[in-house]
């Protein structure tokens, strides 16, 4: 069955009337999503390269940490996990306050 130019015209605007909505949506969920940070679920690499929550990091961590040329191996991890290689640095004290002021940023 060939559709005439009419029928073409009415089925486009159809669809255009259900997914535009719905895109428009998505759209506005995306750009309406926090991040939240925190030491527990964070990977430190996003810490790292992310600079509102370096420079958070840069006020309680020793710069020693960020001069560690094994620092690259620990990007995968969260603070927390990597408290266990350097508790003196990150200590529970340091780790409360990183994420009180992670969590001011959300």
């Known amino acids: ?6 029928s073409t015209a009415l089925l486009a605007g ?7 909505p719905q895109a428009l949506a998505d759209e506005a969920a995306t750009e309406t999503e926090t991040v939240t940070y925190s030491t527990s679920e964070t990977d430190f690499g996003t810490l790292l390269d992310t600079p509102e929550t370096r420079t958070i990091l840069e006020t309680h961590i020793a710069p020693e940490l960020f001069e560690n040329p094994q ?7 969260t603070l927390d996990q990597l408290q266990v290689f350097s508790p003196d640095v990150l200590s529970d004290d340091v780790l409360a306050a990183i994420n009180e002021d992670l969590a001011a940023l959300s």
């Open 71 to 77: 620092i690259d191996m620990a990007r995968g991890m």
């Open 1 to 6: 069955m060939k559709l005439k130019p009419l």
């Open 14 to 20: 159809a669809f255009m009337a259900f997914a535009m």
